[in-house]
């Protein structure tokens, strides 16, 4: 299975201040790929995957998404972003709109599709993640994992070929981590490019091709779940999972 | 229900010895200064008659009819008389975008918007300066009254706000320079009292202006009290703007909204929501420090009710406090107007957005 990769990320560093937060970080993803990336918190999965959208710049190395590199030029970052969506720990829904509002604002001001059109697709994403009858609820009326799920849809209108998500699960109860989860499945199945930091190791060993260990800023491990999970080679990943699987 | 209101009383006024002291005390007070004011400005008061023999005369209470008399001049100043149409007919347009704005169902916000703060101004300017071939001109000099107090008030309402949106949001950019200017512009109007400003305008600004750049007295007071404002303006927009959590923008630029665009329909709506109370506050205080442009020769409302309070055909003991009074009412219906308007406005939005 050789695909071209459509994220390519090699020997990037990053400081935040005179904190190195990636250390020579190289990782390159095909397309249709599924990575999940985990390690222990502030080991910099958070700002490896905000460098690939831009919201953190890398000081040093290359990164190119989809055959664009993305330096200062803003026009290559909006162009980038556009084929990248994005999922947060926090959800980050626009309070002040409805969910429809949510799901069509990018389309009709980034994409310039005409309102009917971005409600159509935000209503069939929306459907996608089993939430179409709150569509004209504010998020503030919703549940986490409903909250979660429509941060989802409004990544999905956008079309996009990649999709990152940032812990999208740890903010949520219990109870409602699987129905985010089984939308995330259901978009891996269709063949959705995806990125995500996640400590799910259920949903790593299901979809994930393989699985980053991260530490410190540096990628210590990477490989197939099977071998991930079963075989690993570095101590530093024998102590993580020791402790994740215990918990 | 009289039983309710009884125990309503006992819980709230006389719940101990303390509140009970309170309660008398501002009974004491209420009961002292009250009766006295309705009496002299309603039972006492005088309600008709012509100058000041008719409110002379002992146990008289407010002159109204010296209110009535001068209203053309509180309203207009020396303007003159067989042109005041065109006031009224300035602030019946002025009015005719402004109430379709206030009431939220009417639609197409954006094209009244444009109407209130570009058309109109203009038309206004054209039709109260009379500055256009087949009008007649009438200069600043004259202008006067409710009618200064509104073209400074309003001059610093429009302009203050998007100048203060524009200098909050310079202040907390990621551009040095930009973030530089807008702080040191925004503490050193907010560093200079409002007095000093129209000062500065009215007294020094002609001193290095060359010659030749003639600059009006009002307008000059009306570039000091715009950029004055928005500098308040500027830093209760910024208190909204860090009431906005960061995942906001983040998300934002993610779907690959632009600055302007994130800023515009995420970031502001949220942020101006926040400090709606602030804003009108800022409103309020503006529109009662116009009366400041007095010091530099402006005659503003209550300057004009000064100028009829020395006219000797009404000059009577209770004249002044007449005048005040009835100054004092009309900044009062103003000020209040727009305080009710912002607690309706907050209570609309936020039916909506549950947080
Ligand atoms: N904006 C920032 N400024 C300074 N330090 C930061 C910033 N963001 C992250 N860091 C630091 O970088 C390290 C990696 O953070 P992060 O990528 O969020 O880790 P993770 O997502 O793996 O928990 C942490 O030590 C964190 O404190
Ligand atoms: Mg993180």
Redesign the pocket.
């Known amino acids: 299975m050789t695909k071209s990769p459509i994220i390519e990320i090699a020997h990037v560093d990053k400081w935040?201040?005179d904190?190195h937060?990636l250390k020579d970080v190289s990782l390159s993803v095909a397309e249709g790929e599924r990575i999940v990336i985990a390690?222990?918190?502030?080991?910099?999965?958070?700002?490896?995957i905000?460098c690939i959208n831009r919201l953190?710049a890398h000081d040093k190395g290359r990164i190119a998404v989809d055959g664009i590199e993305l330096t200062e030029d803003l026009k290559r970052i909006d162009e980038v972003r556009r084929e990248v969506g994005m999922v947060f720990q926090q959800f980050n829904l626009f309070p002040h709109m409805t969910v429809l509002e949510n799901c069509t604002l990018a389309p009709i001001w980034v994409r310039k599709q005409p309102q009917e059109e971005a409600e159509a697709t935000a209503m069939r994403f929306l459907e996608r993640v089993r939430i179409p009858e709150q569509a004209l609820k504010y998020p503030g009326q919703l549940s986490g994992g409903q909250q979660q799920r429509v941060a989802i849809a409004r990544a999905l209108c956008m079309n996009p070929k990649i999709m990152l998500f940032?812990?999208p699960t740890s903010a949520l109860d219990p109870e409602m981590i699987k129905e985010v989860l089984d939308v995330m499945v259901g978009l891996a199945n269709d063949g959705m490019t995806m990125i995500c930091?996640t400590h799910e190791m259920g949903f790593a060993r299901e979809v994930a091709d393989r699985v980053v260990f991260?530490d410190q800023?540096e990628i210590v491990e990477e490989a197939p779940p099977a071998e991930f999970f079963t075989s690993p080679k570095s101590e530093r990943t024998k102590a993580f999972l020791a402790q994740i699987l215990r918990g | 229900m009289v039983t309710t209101s009884i125990k309503w009383l006992r819980r709230n006024l006389f719940s101990n010895w303390w509140n009970t002291g309170l309660t008398v005390l501002v009974l004491y007070v209420l009961w002292s200064a009250v009766p006295p004011f309705i009496d002299w400005a309603f039972v006492s008061a005088v309600w008709h008659g012509e100058g000041r023999a008719a409110c002379l005369g002992p146990g008289k209470g407010a002159c109204w009819p010296f209110v009535y008399a001068n209203l053309d001049q509180f309203i207009y100043g020396r303007y003159p008389a067989e042109l005041r149409w065109r006031v009224n007919v300035a602030f019946l347009l002025g009015l005719a975008g402004l109430v379709p704005m206030l009431i939220p169902r009417v639609p197409a916000k954006f094209w009244n918007l444009g109407y209130l703060v570009i058309a109109w101004p203009m038309i206004a300017i054209v039709l109260i300066s009379g500055d256009r071939p087949g009008l007649i001109g009438v200069d600043t000099d004259l202008w006067g009254g409710l009618l200064v107090t509104l073209i400074v008030a309003i001059t610093g309402i429009v302009a203050s706000f998007p100048l203060g949106v524009l200098l909050a949001l310079g202040r907390r950019s990621e551009m040095p320079v930009i973030r530089s200017l807008s702080t040191i512009f925004i503490e050193f109007w907010r560093g200079v009292p409002l007095i000093t400003v129209l000062f500065m305008a009215s007294v020094m600004l002609p001193l290095f202006l060359p010659r030749e750049i003639h600059l009006d007295n009002l307008l000059r007071c009306l570039v000091g009290v715009a950029l004055f404002s928005s500098a308040y303006m500027a830093e209760v927009v910024r208190g909204g703007l860090q009431a906005v959590p960061r995942g906001q923008i983040e998300a934002a630029r993610a779907l690959g909204l632009s600055y302007w665009q994130t800023m515009g329909l995420v970031v502001l709506p949220q942020a101006l929501r926040h400090v709606i109370p602030g804003i009108v506050n800022t409103f309020i205080g503006l529109f009662k420090d116009t009366t400041l442009v007095l010091i530099v020769g402006l005659f503003d409302f209550l300057g004009q009710v000064r100028v009829q309070l020395s006219d000797m055909h009404w000059s009577t003991p209770q004249g002044a406090a007449t005048g005040y009074v009835f100054a004092a009412f009309v900044y009062w219906v103003f000020c209040f107007g727009m305080s009710r308007y912002s607690a309706f406005m907050e209570r609309r939005l936020n039916k909506g957005m549950v947080r």
Do not use: C, H, I, Q
Request: zero cysteines; hydrophobic letters at 25%; aromatic letters at 10%.
């Open positions: 935040y201040g904190f937060a390690g222990p918190s502030g080991s910099g999965k958070s700002t490896l905000r953190e940032d812990e930091v991260m800023g």
